[in-house]
Every structure is written in structure tokens, then in C-alpha cells.
């Protein structure tokens, strides 16, 4: 049960009503799409913000200082379905709002989503072993799951026709995590440019040093850097992304991910130290992930997907992805699903020219296509998958998209009872 709610009965439940009413926080979700992502309107209905018990802090979300804080959205108009979600990043419980609740709820879907329980660039700082954190991600997802449809049978009263997990980049990963561990809870899942987590790798740390390291000499002309960088998994033609990615994601990614699953490698330094070059004491630009304790890949392991999914999936990324190289992520994965004997339960699509973040097709319209437009594909997609189970093994859409191989006002507010998370 939550330990803490509120309730409201809004006009809209999409970003056009709840930016007006103060019932979403953009800064959870700048970034994350472009700026010419359809904005519907029109969907009516309850929301519930509240939190489940737990004892960190870094949320500040409606001055809480609360985790495991969630949304739950029930529009006056439902189909049946219910869309459960974890953030990407290290972002609140909002960060879907624009690329995956709008859309969702405008379709009829009850959203519900949760900050996984920590969030922001010290995540690492919860729980009390390596690990810990991201592992506590799991089960805010199954808890927000396992409430949001006792809320919904309260509601409508009767539960989800279907149950749907969705989400970006870490995200992503939690909705293989949930259809590999618990796919009892769901009927399917989208999984959005996900993270790879394997003991053996790859993983974060077996390509961001290499692109940490080479980063420098690369910008200085350095042709043999270039073509390390190519080697550790980056798509040749996505250069032009490299400087950002170098300024916004690699170091600090590599860093705060480092310091929740191995700790020691910087000694008594919290993460590390930003931006420094190859040869620096305790760089991360320098960390050797085959060189590291066995205790590392333990904790990894903690985390690791494993591809035994148990219900349909269909997961998206982006040719460009510059922060989780295509080839070291999703390619991998569909092989790992292949490999357990699973790929009947997976549609693949490789997304030609997409990259991590669709923030940036404002910037490189001429050159990067968004991946928000191909997630509402695939919940149509996966809408006619589940509904017709004998067809489970089709194709992907397209061709190139294949794996390599392998305003309403004046309302009165609805008269049942308000739903209890």
C-alpha cells in the first residue's frame, strides 16, 4: 500500500492539461523528445501522485523528499488497458509523460509510473551493497504494477483487459528485467532503446572508456583514435554526435554507474573525477572492466538480463545510438533472446538513423530520425500481436528495420469512489 496519496480530478491527463494544472514537472522529460511530438488533448480523468514507503530522499518532486514516488492516471474513457512504466536515467516518476503516457492515454490506456525509487546523479548513494540501487528498481516496478491494477479494478471495476510494461533506455531494461522475472504481471512489453546488463559483457563499461579515453586524440585529428572508437561499438556516421555525447553523457554515465557497481575502483573518491585523461589516478577514462575483482561481476550479475523472456516484446533503437551503441545493445540482446529458444516472442527493430535521445532531432532534423513516432507504432503493434497470439513469429515492419541477423471544460468530476493505491 501507498503510504502517502492525492487524488484529482483533472480535465486533462496529457502534458496540454497537467502543465496548466501543475500535475506533471517538465524538467523530469526536457530532453527526451522532439519538439514537434504531437501534444494530444481532451482525455478527462483521475490522477494519483503519492509514494510507497522507503527510506531515501533524493526526489524532490512536490517537496517530498520522498522515493519510490509514482503517477497513476485513470482517464474517464478507458479501453481496457493499463500501460505500467519505469523512468529512463536517473529521472522522477514524469520523465514518460511526453514520449509515452500522452500518446497512451489519448489511446484510452490507464499510465502509471514510478522514479524506481532513486533517482538523480547520486543514485548510487541507496542501499547498502553494489548493486543495491538498481536492484531495488525491480521491484518498484513490480510493486507500481501489482497496485496500479488493484487500482484500476477499484476504479472501473474490473481489472486490465491487458497489461502493458514500456519504457526508455533504463527504462527499457526494466521492462526485459520484468518479462524475464515476472512475466505473470504483464501480457507484453515495448522495450525502448533498453540497457544490456551482462556479467560477461557487454555492458556500459566495456565501450564508454574506450570512447572516454580515445574521445581527445580523436578531436585533435588522431585517425587511429577514430577507429578505436568504431572498433568498441560506435556506429561509423554518427561522429557528428560524438561531442555531445563526450560533454552530456559518456563521462558521467560511466562514472555514476561505475561507483553503484564497483565502488573501490576510485578508492575513497565518489565517483570518480570528471573529465579527466587517460593516465589521471583512479580515471575512469583508464577503467578495465575484464581487469576488475570477481566482486564486480557479482554485482552485476545482480542486475544482469539474461534474454528468457516470457511474454511478447518488441524493442526498438536507433542505428545512432551514441550512448548505447546499437551493436553492443539491442543487436545483443535479440541474440541473447534467440539463444534461450525465445525469438518467436520478440519483434526487432533496428531504427535507421535513430539516436539515444530525440532531443536532439530539433538540432539534426536533417540527419537523425525520432523514435518517439516508431514507440506508437509498436503499441499498435503489439495491440494486433496480443490479439491475434497464433501470429507471434511475424516480422518486423520494414526491411531495413530488421535485425542484422540474428477542449473540454466544465466537466463534473467522476462520482465513483476515489481509487486507494
Not at 496519496?5 to 526536457?30: I, Y
Not at 543495491?132 to 479494478?153: G, N, P, S
Not at 556506429?235 to 561505475?258: K, M
Amino acid at each position: 500500500m501507498a503510504e502517502h496519496q492525492e487524488v484529482s480530478c483533472l480535465d486533462g491527463l496529457t502534458t496540454a492539461g497537467t502543465v496548466a494544472s501543475g500535475h506533471t514537472v517538465p524538467a523530469d522529460w526536457t530532453g527526451l523528445t522532439q519538439s514537434s511530438l504531437p501534444q494530444p488533448r481532451g482525455v478527462p480523468g483521475i490522477q494519483i501522485d503519492g509514494y510507497f514507503p522507503d527510506a531515501s530522499t533524493t526526489n524532490t518532486n512536490h517537496s517530498w523528499n520522498h522515493d519510490a514516488q509514482f503517477v497513476i492516471r485513470l482517464p474517464d474513457h478507458w479501453n481496457g488497458g493499463l500501460v505500467v512504466s519505469g523512468t529512463p536515467g536517473n529521472r522522477r516518476q514524469y520523465a514518460n509523460d511526453r514520449a509515452i503516457a500522452d500518446f497512451v492515454l489519448s489511446k484510452g490506456y490507464a499510465f502509471a509510473a514510478t522514479d524506481k525509487g532513486n533517482t538523480g546523479t547520486q543514485f548510487y548513494r541507496d542501499g547498502r551493497h553494489p548493486g543495491d540501487a538498481m536492484a531495488e528498481w525491480h521491484r518498484r516496478l513490480t510493486q507500481l504494477a501489482i497496485a496500479t491494477k488493484a487500482v484500476v479494478a477499484q476504479r472501473y471495476g474490473r481489472l486490465p483487459r491487458r497489461t502493458t510494461a514500456a519504457g526508455i533506455s533504463n527504462g527499457g531494461y526494466l521492462v526485459r528485467w520484468q518479462l524475464e522475472n515476472h512475466p505473470w504481471l504483464f501480457d507484453g512489453g515495448i522495450d525502448w532503446e533498453g540497457t544490456l546488463w551482462r556479467p560477461e559483457g557487454p555492458n556500459l563499461f566495456t565501450f564508454l572508456p574506450e570512447a572516454m579515453r580515445d574521445y581527445p586524440a580523436y578531436k585533435a585529428g588522431d585517425e587511429q583514435a577514430h577507429q578505436r572508437i568504431l572498433a568498441a561499438g560506435y556506429a561509423p556516421g554518427s561522429e557528428f554526435l560524438w561531442q555531445y555525447h563526450n560533454d552530456v553523457y559518456w563521462d558521467l554515465t560511466q562514472r555514476i554507474y561505475r561507483e553503484e557497481l564497483d565502488p573501490t575502483f576510485d578508492g575513497a573518491l565518489e565517483a570518480g573525477l570528471p573529465y579527466c585523461t587517460s593516465g589521471t589516478p583512479n580515471c575512469d577514462a583508464d577503467y578495465d572492466y575484464e581487469s576488475r575483482p570477481r566482486e564486480v561481476g557479482r554485482a552485476v550479475n545482480q542486475i544482469a538480463l539474461t534474454g528468457r523472456i516470457g511474454k511478447p516484446l518488441i524493442t526498438l533503437q536507433g542505428t545512432l545510438d551514441t550512448l548505447l551503441p546499437i551493436t553492443r545493445s539491442g543487436d545483443v540482446y535479440r541474440q541473447m533472446v534467440h539463444a534461450k529458444g525465445r525469438a518467436n516472442l520478440q519483434h526487432y527493430h533496428r531504427i535507421r538513423n535513430g539516436n539515444y535521445a530525440d532531443g536532439l532531432v530539433d538540432v539534426y532534423s536533417d540527419r537523425l530520425v525520432p523514435l518517439a513516432p516508431e514507440f506508437q507504432k509498436a503499441v499498435t503493434e503489439l495491440e494486433h500481436w496480443l490479439d491475434q497470439p497464433r501470429q507471434r513469429a511475424t516480422a518486423p515492419r520494414t526491411p531495413e528495420k530488421q535485425p542484422p541477423r540474428t477542449p473540454h471544460t466544465g466537466r463534473q468530476p467522476p462520482r465513483a469512489p476515489r481509487p486507494q493505491a
